[in-house]
């Protein structure tokens, strides 16, 4: 992007540089016009641009190889010892932004930014600036105790993620085998984690005191701008997800116990194929995951085709799991060069397919919103940011044939996906409710929080025997790393996948149609209410019964055509 404000050659790791940029902005007298304002907007959205696109890259260089000490130094540093600086300078900028005389003229364009403005400033403290730095710390000591699993088994060194695929195999006993390898190797890091978990629960806290507000809760439902929807909005989806979805995961886990002949479902029982097929094979390498990734969209729809090469030619995607690389995956936003980039932990299974169908959803939200004039209206909302990607695993099952030309395997494949759809649901209410729970007991000790989570997990079991399996069981939550990295980032992914459903059913009545009102939705960004970008997209911004109801049909219907 061509800058018109800050220079070329910017010493992004200067202190000292970073804050006379961010005072010239403090101290320059912007003319009492519309237009005056519009352009300092701008200008301070350029900063933060290209501060927020070397944190997001030290970042990927950092979680690709957490054994990286350069680039972990790198990471800390910025963290250390820029982020304090924009965050002292945000709340300058803000004040001087709502003492703005012109700042009414421009509420149509930047609304919901003001809005958000106006709760930074409510919940500004100077005391939580060396609080969130630790935060950041503690996050990343976090993801260096998980980088660092593996085991050795089969004869070589494997990351988790790769051990996935034996819980596919159709012996039990060795996916019993690799299951209990797999976690005895994490409770082998359980008390660390809890200890890892506390000191992280302790500064979010003190931060949410800090901020005046009664707890973290209050707290972070302001900082998500969660202006649509509340605590007890989401307690009430838990109760929905109880009475209406695990009662579908039970007749689908019945279904897989009697299949199997068995006379109780364990863990390792729920990867497997039910008749004893091998597993599923749809790729060897991360570059054909992504080579028929994207001929999928390219059949799809032309501009999402498009973008999926551009990411593919400029190398935009990290796909394969190995030692030292941080778990999970995400797609992460280079604000200056407005460039998306994916992040993934593939081990060569079924899963892997939709997690990348699902990450290139976010890229394409990424590419849809480049013109969004600010950084902070490239900032998505989860609720619909999981639409954008969770639509793209929906709708790419239609081409999955480019992974299974055999049509029982896609057939599967299909299944496979569409039963992940039921689960997610009463793992959602799981997550999200212990949280909840554990945030309203802030002096909770660490045996509070294994009996909160055993009581939870018992309230949304689907049918699972955990007998003998009960330390598993206990530190069962420790795998979601959510719960660490991102508080209260889960319930999103519920809303958004009945945004996804009903994305999917348009696509079945109309393809282009669909995919035309999402990519225009996506395209404006965080600039309006969530309620008005589900309407753009053509879907509803509901979580009640009424609308779960009836998209939980749609699912059971396809399923019962498979």
């Known amino acids: 992007m061509n800058r018109k404000f800050v220079p070329i050659h910017f010493n992004v790791d200067s202190p000292a540089e970073v804050e006379k940029f961010y ?20 200008r301070w959205s350029e900063l933060d641009s290209v501060l927020s696109e070397v944190n997001s890259r030290r970042y990927v260089k950092m979680t690709c190889n957490t054994a990286d000490e350069v680039a972990a130094n790198l990471y800390a540093s910025f963290v250390e010892n820029i982020s304090p600086v924009q965050q002292k300078y945000s709340d300058l900028l803000n004040k001087k932004l709502v003492a703005h005389p012109s700042l009414d003229a421009l509420k149509g364009e930047f609304e919901c930014f003001f809005k958000s403005v106006q709760v930074s400033l409510e919940l500004f403290n100077e005391k939580n600036i060396p609080l969130e730095t630790e935060e950041q710390k503690e996050i990343q000591a976090y993801q260096k105790i998980t980088g660092g699993m593996s085991v050795n088994y089969d004869g070589e060194t494997r990351t988790l993620q790769q051990m996935n695929k034996y819980l596919e195999l159709a012996d ?20 660390a984690l809890d200890n890892a978990y506390t000191k992280l629960f ?6 949410a005191k800090n901020a005046g507000c009664k707890d973290f809760i209050e707290y972070i439902f302001k900082v998500k701008n969660r202006f649509d929807y509340t605590p007890a909005d989401c307690k009430t989806f838990h109760e929905s997800i109880e009475k209406l979805v695990l009662p579908l995961l039970r007749k689908i886990y019945e279904k897989r116990k009697a299949a199997m002949q068995l006379d109780s479902l364990k863990p390792w029982d729920l990867n497997v194929d039910p008749f004893n097929r091998d597993p599923l094979k749809p ?8 080579e028929k990734c994207d001929r999928i969209f390219e059949k799809l729809n032309p501009l999402a085709g498009a973008w999926a090469r551009q990411m593919q030619a400029e190398q935009l995607i990290d796909p394969e799991s190995r030692l030292g690389k941080a778990p999970g995956g995400y797609q992460i936003g280079f604000d200056e060069t407005r460039l998306p980039f994916i992040f993934m932990n593939a081990a060569g299974n079924d899963r892997d397919v939709y997690t990348l169908l699902h990450e290139s959803g976010h890229s394409f939200h990424q590419f849809a919103m480049a013109k969004q004039p600010i950084v902070a209206y490239r900032d998505i909302m989860a609720e619909f940011a999981e639409v954008a990607s969770m639509s793209m695993e929906l709708i790419g099952q239609s081409c999955i044939e480019e992974f299974y030309p055999n ?18 649901f009463p793992w959602v209410a799981s997550i999200d409710s212990f949280q909840h729970e554990l945030y309203s007991r802030p002096n909770h000790t660490v045996k509070d929080r294994h009996d909160i989570w055993l009581s939870i997990m018992d309230r949304f079991n689907a049918g699972i025997d955990y007998t003998g399996l009960e330390d598993i069981k206990s530190n069962f939550w420790q ?7 991102c508080p209260f980032y889960y319930v999103e992914y519920g809303i958004a996948q009945l945004g996804a459903l009903q994305v999917w059913a348009n ?12 990519f225009k939705a996506e395209s404006l960004g965080s600039s309006r209410p969530l309620p008005e970008l589900f309407s753009t997209a053509g879907i509803k911004f509901d979580f009640t019964p009424k609308t779960i109801e009836p998209l939980m049909q749609l699912v059971c219907d396809e399923l019962d055509k498979i």
């Open 23 to 42: 005072q010239k902005l403090v101290d320059e007298k912007v003319a009492e016009t519309p237009e005056a304002l519009r352009e300092w907007i701008l």
């Open 172 to 191: 039990r006993a060795k996916r019993e085998d690799a299951f209990r390898t797999i976690w005895n190797r994490r409770l082998q890091d359980s008390e």
């Open 202 to 207: 302790d500064l979010r806290n003190k931060i």
């Open 283 to 290: 790729f060897k390498n991360g570059s054909e995951l992504i």
């Open 407 to 424: 049509p029982a395997e896609a057939k599967r494949s299909r299944q496979n996906s569409l039963e992940d759809v039921i689960w997610l």
């Open 479 to 485: 795998k979601q790393l959510h719960l660490f990295e």
């Open 507 to 518: 696509f079945k009545k109309d393809p282009q149609k669909a995919f035309d009102m999402l």
